[in-house]
Structure formats: C-alpha cells, structure tokens
C-alpha cells in the first residue's frame, strides 16, 4: 500500500468531511493516508474521528477564551506577515517524511492557500508529486464573506484590510496552483475558472456516505421543512422566497398550519440570527424552530423524518453573486431520497443537479415554492411521509466511495 500525505487546513472531527471520508474510503484503493491538519475545539463528525494517523496542530484553543481571542489575532497577524501557519506545517511534515515514504502530497484548502505553500516546498525539496484539493476559493463568494475579519468597528476599515489581504492571498495561490502537478475542484464552475491557471484540474464533486444516508420510510405527525448547516449571509444563501411564501401560506390558510414546522439545525450564532430576524420580518416566527447543530451520524434520521428538504442558495447571475458552491448538503439530501426545495434558484450548478438527479426544484417565485410544498404536503397528508423518485444511477456518482475512486484514480497517475 502506497503512503499519501494529506495536508489539511480542517479534518474531522472538527470540519472537512471530503477529506474525512476520502481517508476512510482510500485504503480500499490502495493508499494510506498520513494527515496533518489545524486542531479545532469543534466535533461535528465524531463519526470520522477514529480515523488513523492524523496529527493535528494547535494554533489557539485553550481553556481561558480570551487568551484564545490574543492567540487568534496574534497568529491571524503573524500568518498574514509571512506564512507562520505553513512554517510550522512544514517542520511537523518534514519529520514525518524522514520516516515514511510517501508518494503523493495533497492539500486540502479553503479560501485561501494554506497549507499547499507546504506541499510545494515539500514537493520541491522531496520530489514527490503534489495535488491541490480546492474546496473553496476567494472568487467564489460576494462581499469579501470569509476574509472580513472585524477587529475594528468601522466596516469601510475591515472590507480595505480584506481587500489586501485577499490580493495577497490570491496571489500566493495563483503561483502555487500554476505549479502543481494537478488540481481537484467541486464544482464545474470551479472547474472552468482554476483550470485558466492549470489545465490539470479536475471535478471531484462532493458527496455523500452511503452507509449513513439512504431513504428510510418514517412516518410522522408533522409536515416538516428542515434545512442543516450554517449561513454566511443572505448574500450567499438567502431564504427571503421561502420565508414570503409561508407568510403568504398560512394568511391564505393553503395547508393546515397546525401541522407545520419550519426546522433549522444552525451551526453559530450568527445564522440563528440571520432566521431570527428574517421569521419577525414576515410574522412567522410560530412555525419556526431553531436548533443547535447535531453530529453528523444524527443528521440523516432527522433527514429522513422531514418531509422537505431546504437547499439555501443565491443567484449566480452577475458579477458580485456567489459562484459554484456546491457543499456537501445538496449529496446527502439527494441520498435520501426527500424532496428539495432550494430557494433561490442558483441558476447554475445546483439547479443542474436537481434537474439531472430530479431530486426537486430550484424555485424562482413565490408560485414555484408554494405549488411544491402544497404538492408534497397533499403527499404527506395521504401516507404519512414524502419520498422523491430519484435518478438511483446518478446519486451512485455522488457516493464518498466513487469520490475516493476518483481521486486514486489521479494518484496512480503520479505515484
């Protein structure tokens, strides 16, 4: 079995369920994976916390929250500077490959490069071949979301400090995906846009663990439209369709509201917030609940006894609208065969997805939302639950296991 070092800014049981399951799914294909990642005080997949050979860092956390606040800024500050994070990435991955022999470095990044300024080093002084997994990118979203930090009151101040920092960031990862044997991507907007850097890029999509996601038949008293996850801002992800349609429901008395919840499981404060203020503006705040967000083994029975699925996305029409996100949500809705809603209508890439799997509708009107919902409420009413007439031989493409096949499939091609 072929080594592989994996080079990630988040890993489960923190974040980063692509790289998380493609670990558990790479040793049936031959490779095994040796991570090192950024340490998070999060467990939002414990399900992918027995996974071997991680070796994490930790940057921040400590018991005492303001020292985590100091340490943040500090090495937020440092980072930005000169690459603390990649340098100290760098001393741990230099150790291990003394002792191992690896044939592939990957590295799992978000908005920004890091750690792939690693890899490239790495790649260069050790002469092994070195992928970069693009899971987000600057481009991708309006508004400077991801790079606004605000450490100072003054918006027009945090947007200025972005903006350089971003510059220099793209930049740094320009030059880095320019030199890189290959790329992967998520999305085919990802796609088109990284490969006029490098032509070796590829669409890996997301996707979704069959041995937790699949349709099961459960009945239940309430007609439940449950979104899961977080939202940055209206910008990216904005409900405002839906939220309209069930005010205009419930004045019309369309279905029986007795029956009804509207469901969020919010990852931070700040989503909770965005839903809170967005139910008091169209008066529904009755038939809303908002809860924590659970362990990603618990997600798919909380799926499955929902009757709606709700896929939060903007516009991609435009310049300053986000672009090709494709999360892994929209995978595991698809598996378990609910109908889904997304409000609004991308345009785009999950509009697409929806068409070709025929897994629900990407609405563009309050007449779109509120047809599919009287529709499946009428569904529910008769048998107790909802089950969408999926295409089986499309979501067998979205699989983490067919994801895991891709990528080694890329391996063999440098290892």
Same mark, same amino acid.
């Given at each position: ?69 100091i340490k943040y800024i500090l090495v937020f500050i ?57 899971? $987000?990118?600057?481009? =991708? +979203?309006?508004?400077?979301?991801? %790079? *606004? @930090? /605000? ?43 990284i490969s006029q850097l490098n032509k070796n890029t ?56 007795? $029956?009804?919840?509207? =469901? +969020?499981?919010?990852?931070?404060? %700040? *989503? @909770? /917030? ?117 295409d089986k031989e499309s979501i067998e493409l979205f ?17």
């Amino acid at each position: 079995m072929k080594n592989i070092l994996i080079l990630c800014d988040a890993f489960p049981p923190a974040f980063n369920p692509r790289m998380g399951y493609l670990c558990k799914y790479l040793p049936e294909n031959g490779y095994n994976p040796i991570v090192i990642s950024e340490q998070s005080n999060q467990r939002i997949f414990n399900n992918l916390s027995n996974i071997q050979n991680v070796n994490y860092i930790n940057f921040y956390w400590n018991k005492n929250g303001s020292i985590n606040k100091i340490k943040y800024i500090l090495v937020f500050i440092a980072d930005s500077l000169f690459n603390f994070k990649d340098l100290y990435f760098k001393h741990k991955a230099k150790r291990l490959i003394k002792d191992k022999n690896f044939s592939i470095i990957l590295a799992s990044v978000s908005w920004r490069a890091f750690p792939a300024l690693v890899a490239k080093k790495l790649s260069k002084k050790y002469k092994i071949p070195f992928i970069v997994d693009c899971r $987000d990118i600057y481009e =991708q +979203f309006p508004n400077h979301e991801y %790079t *606004s @930090k /605000n450490f100072l009151k003054s918006t027009f101040v945090n947007k200025t400090i972005a903006r350089i920092i971003q510059q220099k960031y793209k930049l740094q990862r320009n030059k880095i995906l320019r030199s890189a044997n290959a790329i992967t991507t998520i999305s085919e907007w990802h796609k088109q846009h990284i490969s006029q850097l490098n032509k070796n890029t590829h669409l890996i999509f997301n996707g979704f663990d069959s041995e937790l996601f699949y349709f099961k038949p459960i009945t239940s008293k309430t007609f439940r439209i449950t979104y899961v996850g977080r939202i940055e801002s209206f910008a990216v992800k904005d409900p405002t369709l839906l939220f309209e349609s069930v005010d205009i429901m419930s004045k019309k008395n369309l279905i029986n509201f007795k $029956d009804f919840r509207l =469901q +969020f499981y919010l990852l931070n404060q %700040t *989503s @909770k /917030n965005l839903i809170n203020k967005l139910s008091e503006k169209y008066n529904i705040s009755e038939y809303v609940d908002i809860y924590d967000t659970v362990q990603n083994e618990e997600v798919p029975q909380i799926l499955n006894e929902s009757s709606i699925l709700l896929l939060l996305a903007n516009s991609a029409v435009g310049d300053n609208s986000p672009k090709g996100i494709m999360g892994t949500k929209i995978f595991e809705y698809i598996a378990v065969e609910k109908p889904i809603l997304c409000v609004r209508n991308d345009n785009s890439c999950i509009e697409q997805t929806i068409k070709n799997t025929k897994s629900g509708i990407s609405a563009s009107s309050i007449e779109d939302v509120i047809e599919f919902i009287t529709c499946k409420y009428k569904e529910w009413e008769k048998v107790g639950f909802t089950r969408q007439n999926v295409d089986k031989e499309s979501i067998e493409l979205f699989s983490r296991e067919y994801q895991a096949t891709q990528f080694a499939n890329l391996f063999d091609m440098y290892a």
